[in-house]
């Protein structure tokens, strides 16, 4: 979806007024349907060689445990992705960083340090032939 298309334009497409269609996506907005608009950004401008999934283990099955850990990667600029999962672990997160030794580093410094976390499994991507995010 081009979130930069004009509203004439997207009322073309839809089969509406141009008015109709503001009125309905200004209501989309209101009751946010839809969030935001976003850009699309090269990773390799940015300078992000390196992307995994992480699936972290806890230590504890407690509110207080995920409570924790949350917070210790909530501010982690490496962590763009945080998601309590089910299943054999209880967070999968999305680590992007320059390069591998970027990545040993998190790893170490971030994750291996945090009380809550009793595994890690990482899993490296190696090409993404589609994101829609």
Do not use: W
């Amino acid at each position: 979806m081009d979130g930069r298309i004009s509203n004439v334009d997207l009322a073309e497409k839809v089969g509406l007024s141009p008015s109709a269609t503001l009125r309905r996506v200004q209501e989309l907005e209101k009751k946010q349907v839809i969030k935001g608009y976003r850009a699309v950004l090269d990773n390799n401008q940015l300078g992000v060689g390196f992307i995994a999934y992480v699936s972290i283990g806890l230590a504890s099955h407690r509110k207080q445990a995920q409570l924790e850990f949350e917070e210790h990667v909530r501010f982690q600029k490496e962590v763009v992705e945080c998601h309590n999962i089910t299943g054999a672990n209880e967070y999968l997160i999305r680590v992007e960083t320059q390069d591998l030794p970027a990545y040993k580093k998190f790893h170490a410094d971030v994750l291996g340090e945090c009380k809550q976390v009793n595994s890690i499994t990482t899993m490296v991507v190696m090409d993404t032939p589609k994101d829609e995010r």
